[in-house]
């Protein structure tokens, strides 16, 4: 959906190591390792149709991956988060898409229902070389925790988030 809403010559996606999901690299330094597991995925550069590698840039259309209700929008270090609550569960576990590092479309507020592919963000940019500009998304399964209360801090600290593999959850 990110491809076609923002219609680009693509090809597939380049992870680069640290970019995926349960990694402790940073991808963005030459050295260094992250605090705790990567909780996500993060779209940087994709390779186009002829074979050259491409970067996302600011203002990059930032779909939702299913239909749900915006439960919080919160800051992050890039930017602002979008925590979306969907339709799906399983054995009372609620499932939810963080999209982070983003600016969030100025008519996307609290309580909203959203639908499979409607643009929520656009990325941002800070204008630093570090991290440069991306899209992290991450996947919980929520049980037993009120959605609305969490933050990147408290997901970390919660017994009842669970983080997954966002690919386990992409159609592309």
């Not at 330094?29 to 390779?47: A, N, P």
């Not at 999209?99 to 800070?126: D, M």
Request: aromatic share 12%.
């Amino acid at each position: 959906m990110l491809v076609e809403l923002n219609r680009l010559d693509f090809k597939q996606w380049i992870f680069k190591r640290g970019m995926e999901f349960g990694t402790h690299e940073k991808w963005w330094q030459d050295t260094g390792s992250r605090i705790t597991k990567h909780e996500g995925l993060d779209f940087r550069c994709y390779e186009d149709k002829s074979g050259n590698w491409v970067n996302l840039v600011e203002k990059t259309i930032v779909p939702v991956m299913y239909d749900g209700m915006i439960v919080k929008i919160f800051a992050d270090f890039l930017g602002y988060s979008v925590l979306v609550e969907h339709d799906l569960q399983d054995k009372g576990k609620k499932l939810c898409s963080i999209y982070a590092h983003t600016l969030p479309v100025a008519t996307l507020k609290t309580g909203r229902r959203v639908r499979v592919g409607e643009p929520i963000a656009n990325l941002y940019s800070t204008g630093k070389k570090s991290p440069p500009t991306h899209l992290h998304l991450s996947v919980i399964w929520a049980l037993g925790t009120n959605i609305a209360d969490l933050d990147w801090k408290s997901m970390h600290n919660k017994k009842h988030v669970t983080f997954c593999n966002p690919l386990d959850f992409l159609c592309y």
